[in-house]
């Protein structure tokens, strides 16, 4: 069956700081990959997305870029976090234009 | 008008009664739409699937889609307290990308 892993789970960093989230999927080969966010009270809104390695598609300007590197794992990272960039971060997978399944989440806090 | 849209609710039913979820949509969105549920402080889960008109049926749940209306539905029978969370309802973009609704919040009370 499949899996998907994020980490960490919660993260306090402060303003300027840089930032790598990372998520793993176990289980299918060759999975489109997303990140969400979503803010405290909000919808979830679309990142990135990747049909493949190294394919990456963003969504909406910001000091996010995303990168995968294996077939399997998906980057999320910033060089320096803003206040606004708090939020709940989520991957998600899928195969195709199907059913998109997430990952737990990391919920990221900036001071 | 947003692709898809919910209510924000909440929605408060009692322990054991039927709780309809509704969403609308716009032309903007294709066929497929799928149903979460998010528990406070948690991520979404998928519930349920639904691609072609009519009812879709699994456990306790049923989704129904209706395109000539532009709505897609979420009954939950014998509602629990345990079913008390925020549904997410998302329609498929171009792309194999989700649009997601607000969310209805739902409170089943004891």
């Known amino acids: 069956s499949q899996t998907i892993h994020q980490w960490p789970a919660t993260l306090v960093q402060p303003v300027g700081s840089p930032l790598s989230l990372e998520c793993t999927v176990e289980g299918t080969s060759n999975p489109n990959l997303y990140w969400y966010r979503q803010a405290a009270g909000r919808g979830l809104q679309l990142l990135f997305y990747s049909v493949g390695i190294g394919q990456i598609s963003s969504e909406v300007p910001q000091n996010l870029s995303a990168s995968r590197p294996q077939d399997r794992q998906f980057i999320l990272s910033s060089k320096k976090l803003l206040l606004s960039d708090s939020g709940f971060y989520l991957c998600?997978?899928?195969?195709?234009?199907?059913?998109?399944?997430f990952g737990p989440g990391t919920r990221l806090t900036v001071t | 008008q947003k692709e898809v849209e919910q209510n924000s609710g909440p929605l408060s039913v009692p322990e054991g009664a039927i709780a309809s979820l509704n969403c609308t949509y716009s032309d903007r969105v294709s066929q497929s739409f799928f149903w979460y549920r998010q528990y406070s402080g948690k991520s979404p889960e998928l519930i349920m699937s639904?691609?072609?008109?009519g009812d879709k049926e699994d456990g306790r749940f049923t989704a129904q889609l209706n395109k000539a209306s532009q709505y897609v539905s979420l009954l939950i029978r014998d509602s629990q307290p345990s079913d008390s969370a925020t549904y997410l309802c998302?329609?498929?973009?171009?792309?194999?990308?989700?649009?997601f609704g607000g969310g209805t919040r739902l409170m089943v009370k004891p």
């Open positions: 998600a997978w899928s195969v195709g234009p199907y059913e998109q399944y």
């Open positions: 639904i691609y072609s008109n």
């Open positions: 998302a329609a498929l973009q171009a792309g194999n990308m989700l649009t």
